[in-house]
């Protein structure tokens, strides 16, 4: 396990913040650089609570992936895609956050979890991992987040709940040895 620097992300400490566009609250996990607005990051992973329908912020230059944590989903329209049913068990979707974008709740309110990259600075990739009992995940990037969507997980000893996340620098097909019953997701960060 040794090579790489992980850092434990409580959710305690992940920092609130109005929506770009007002309509909501969106709780920040982690940012680059650490001191970056919503206006000039390189990259930004979050999750918002979306509890009515309605449009989405506009991020200029932005690639975005939205995965549903919690809720019974929603609908995306993404101008110049096909509409998209997001479930918590559908696979991250990736879009131009730049295109304009509006959601349809199919129910009760969703979390999902945000990650956004400037385009031309940085690309980014989501994997969504059930865990259930032991299990080994490799991790190959720059900035690599392993973010516990559900239940309860531990690596070694640190035990990660809803919203804990996992931050490791430089990783080259590291292997992390996870135990526990949830859903984490994997998400690699790399300049371009």
Same mark, same amino acid.
């Given at each position: ?60 230059? #932005? ?11 929603? #609908? ?7 509409e998209q049913e997001l479930k918590?068990?559908? /696979? /991250? ?37 059930? #865990? ?17 969507g559900s239940g309860s997980v ?32 994997? #998400?690699?960060?790399? /300049?371009?």
């Amino acid at each position: 396990m040794a090579g790489y620097n992980m850092q434990l992300l409580k959710s305690g400490d992940h920092r609130r913040m109005p929506w770009k566009n007002g309509g909501g609250v969106t709780i920040e996990i982690a940012v680059f650089p650490t001191d970056a607005s919503v206006d000039n990051f390189d990259w930004r992973v979050s999750t918002a609570t979306v509890a009515s329908d309605g449009a989405f912020s506009v991020f200029s230059g #932005i690639d975005r992936t939205l995965s549903v944590l919690e809720g019974d989903g929603i #609908i995306l329209s993404v101008e110049g895609l096909e509409e998209q049913e997001l479930k918590g068990e559908t /696979p /991250p979707f990736p879009f131009p956050a730049d295109s304009p974008t509006s959601a349809k709740l199919l129910g009760s309110a969703i979390t999902d979890l945000n990650v956004m990259t400037r385009r031309g600075r940085f690309a980014h990739q989501v994997i969504r991992h059930p #865990i259930s009992g032991d299990t080994v995940l490799s991790l190959s990037g720059t900035t690599v987040l392993v973010f516990c969507g559900s239940g309860s997980v531990q690596t070694n000893d640190t035990q990660l709940e809803v919203n804990d996340c996992l931050r490791f620098e430089q990783c080259s097909n590291t292997e992390l040895q996870l135990s526990g019953s949830g859903t984490v997701f994997v #998400i690699a960060l790399n /300049p371009v």
